[in-house]
């Protein structure tokens, strides 16, 4: 499963940053996609989830904040990042849960500077 992420970069505290994660088709309309986070020292972090119904979970530190989106005819998920704190500095990876598996994009980084 090969999903490809991007939109990361530099944003000052209080900007707007844009990620997206293209799936292929069979998982896009099937399998819930979400966004994860992992800054310097730290676990992985659940940040944003929708599944294939529409249904959208959000962490609490980016509930009000960020706002997961999918477009069904470029197979692509957005998570739109308002408000950006220095908090939200991390790598920001693209997930497709598959029947209990996990498959991973490739790290975006994300950095807000303060």
């Known amino acids: 499963v090969q999903l490809q992420a991007s939109g990361g970069g530099l944003v000052q505290a209080g900007g707007s940053l844009r990620l997206s994660c293209v799936a292929p088709?069979?998982?896009?309309?099937?399998?819930?996609l979400g966004w994860y986070r992992q800054a310097p020292g730290k676990q992985r972090e659940l940040v944003a989830v929708?599944?294939?119904?529409?249904?959208?979970h959000y962490a609490d530190s980016v509930e009000d904040r960020f706002t997961i989106s999918r477009d069904i005819a470029k197979k692509t998920v957005y998570l739109q990042m308002n408000s950006l704190k220095s908090e939200d500095t991390a790598v920001y990876y693209c997930?497709?849960?598959?029947?209990?598996?996990?498959?991973w994009g490739q790290g975006t980084e994300v950095t807000v500077s303060s």
């Open positions: 929708v599944s294939s119904g529409g249904s959208i």
């Open positions: 088709e069979m998982i896009f309309s099937r399998h819930a």
């Open positions: 997930n497709a849960n598959v029947y209990g598996r996990n498959y």
